[in-house]
């Protein structure tokens, strides 16, 4: 039996997983999640043998969420399903310390493929992800790429003109988190200020 921990923030979603996983015999749900803090306090409660988790919830999420299940769960196998396709998400994920990723537009007999093989000590990552990761080996990394999920967030809703207290209330976290994270990319990128993110955006084509 693969006692499966469900992670997502929408519970449409949530729904139609479930049906999904119902009619696998050797899977069981064991229990839902809808923000980092929930994922962490069903894991203190009960160690699932496969924890399911989108890249963005509220509060803590992404890597920054998968890192620390790692640091206190090493042998919880992760596998997240996100709508986020970008090869650096996905490295950074997998080597934050995920064993599989697979975006939700994927047939539901590819999700139980990846959802065995993970729980059982494998690593899935779907083909067209992987393709692209092997011929993007060859590519200099990007100053952007030692940004966090989080971080990249944030970046992204300044570029597109939201104030720390939009982005607030967008993710849910506190005004002082946002400011954090904002002064963290900054520093990162070795920027000065939002004008100054805006122009590199366009420079690298991002967030189109």
Do not use: W
Not at 18 to 45: F, S
């Amino acid at each position: 039996m693969i006692r499966v921990l469900l992670a997502d923030d929408h519970a449409i979603l949530r729904s139609g997983l479930k049906e999904i996983l119902t009619v696998v015999p050797e899977v069981k749900l064991v229990g839902e999640a809808a923000n980092g803090a929930e994922v962490l306090d069903a894991l203190r409660q009960d160690t699932p043998d496969l924890l399911m988790m989108d890249m963005s919830m509220p509060g803590i999420s992404g890597i920054d969420l998968i890192s620390r299940i790692v640091s206190h769960y090493p042998t919880l196998p992760i596998l997240v399903l996100s709508m986020i396709n970008e090869v650096q998400v996905v490295q950074r994920a997998l080597k934050a310390g995920a064993k599989g990723y697979i975006t939700k537009d994927r047939p539901p007999e590819e999700l139980i493929i990846a959802l065995r093989k993970v729980a059982c000590g494998g690593k899935y990552i779907e083909r067209d992800l992987a393709e692209q990761m092997l011929f993007s080996q060859a590519e200099p990394d990007r100053p952007h790429d030692v940004l966090t999920s989080r971080e990249m967030e944030i970046f992204e809703l300044l570029v597109r003109g939201k104030s720390v207290n939009e982005i607030a209330d967008t993710l849910c976290i506190s005004n002082k988190t946002v400011s954090t994270h904002k002064v963290h990319v900054l520093e990162k990128l070795n920027m000065k200020n939002t004008a100054e993110l805006v122009r590199y955006a366009v420079q690298q084509e991002l967030f189109d």
